[in-house]
């Protein structure tokens, strides 16, 4: 049973059209994060929730925002996606913060820009 | 800052052999955590083995352990007895307590592991 899910899979969007990608959680789980994914390449984290706080890499640009409504839902939105935005999105939820937690993942969003 | 270093971009085995993925990190931090993800195509990202930096007992799950050389910087994992299900992008990965109570979770840039029948 699927305990961290995306939606959707694959998302298109055209060039400076906000998009908004969606996270949900079965697990209840107090944190919840955001990595960006470009091909070949590490998952980079963007941000995290530590239940309603809200911690934002410093290097993730003003073009990316979250949201948290409650505990199962965490959205990523994008204002004005570029082309360099195009990439798969990750979803990750852990029990508690502490470095022992491990992160649970979702499928990931594949974000394509037209 | 925290780096994590995976020098080998694509390894191949045979199936039913051993094989050994490298990671170093660099960190100036004595407590922390390390981790190996494993990605197949197109499915979730999922954990395969972690360990303790205090712990000098290298971590062992069934066919999956590491070799965790602390003060080298060294994290490999050796996968036993090779599976076609294996196939996959590892991932390893360090991650800390920040200040604050926040925190980090560094990716190195993955290895593709290919499973010859």
């Known amino acids: 049973d699927a305990m961290v899910i995306q939606n959707p899979r694959y998302q298109v969007t055209q060039f400076g059209k906000p998009v908004t990608l969606s996270c949900s959680q079965t697990?209840?789980?107090?944190?919840m994060y955001w990595y960006q994914q470009k091909s070949s390449q590490a998952p980079k984290l963007l941000f995290h929730?530590?239940?309603?706080?809200?911690?934002n890499e410093a290097d993730t640009p003003d073009n990316f925002q979250s949201r948290r409504p409650n505990t199962s839902f965490c959205f990523l939105d994008i204002r004005s996606p570029g082309l360099g935005d195009a990439a798969m999105y990750l979803c990750?939820?852990?029990?508690?913060?502490?470095?022992?937690?491990?992160?649970?993942f979702g499928d990931g969003t594949r974000l394509s820009i037209l | 800052a925290q780096t994590v270093t995976q020098s080998q971009p694509e390894m191949s085995v045979q199936e039913a052999e051993t094989v050994t993925l490298s990671c170093t990190y660099d960190?100036?931090?004595?407590?922390?955590?390390l981790f190996w993800y494993k990605q197949p195509p197109s499915r979730q990202m999922i954990l395969v083995i972690r360990?303790?930096?205090?712990?000098?007992q290298n971590a062992t799950e069934n066919r999956f352990s590491v070799n965790f050389q602390k003060a080298a910087k060294s994290f490999s994992l050796k996968i036993s007895d090779s599976q076609l299900g294996d196939a996959a992008m590892y991932f390893c990965?360090?991650?800390?307590?920040?200040?604050?109570?926040?925190?980090?979770?560094?990716f190195g840039k993955g290895t593709k592991l290919t499973v010859n029948p």
């Open positions: 960190t100036s931090e004595s407590d922390y955590y």
């Open positions: 697990l209840n789980h107090n944190v």
């Open positions: 990965a360090y991650r800390a307590l920040m200040k604050g109570g926040s925190e980090k979770l560094v």
């Open positions: 360990q303790e930096a205090y712990k000098q």
């Open positions: 990750a939820t852990s029990r508690d913060r502490g470095f022992n937690q491990p992160q649970h």
């Open positions: 929730y530590y239940d309603k706080d809200f911690n």
